[in-house]
């Protein structure tokens, strides 16, 4: 659903809405039924909850057996082995491009950042 390099983020922060979530039920419940004076309040607010669990899992998509976004595929045999050894090889070169145009746009902003300081300082 995420890809690698946000994976475990996303993951911490849905268990930690669930758990909120989770977490206000009771207090939710009584203030239901204590504002609408109905013992049945609870009963339909589990309804709803579970109505958005079930639109949940029907637009779902399973992922189970297939290759995560983000993650290297592993080889089934040696040519293969080779291919995306040769993909990755490529990447790479792309990658520390962006990371040198990245360091440098970064040091160009710090010289700025830089020369600010010290003419607010004269």
Request: negative net charge; charged residues 20%; hydrophobic residues 45%.
């Amino acid at each position: 659903m995420f890809p690698t390099h946000i994976r475990y983020s996303a993951l911490a922060s849905a268990f930690n809405i669930s758990s909120l979530i989770a977490g206000l039920t009771p207090t939710l419940a009584a203030w239901l039924m204590k504002t609408t004076n109905n013992l049945c309040m609870l009963a339909y607010y589990l309804m709803v909850v579970a109505v958005i669990g079930l639109i949940t899992v029907i637009y779902m998509k399973e992922k189970a057996n297939k290759p995560l976004r983000g993650t290297t595929s592993a080889a089934s045999g040696l040519e293969e082995a080779r291919e995306i050894l040769q993909e990755h090889h490529d990447n790479i070169e792309q990658k520390i491009e962006d990371i040198d145009e990245e360091i440098a746009r970064l040091e160009v902003k710090c010289k700025n950042m830089v020369q600010k300081h010290l003419d607010i300082n004269e």
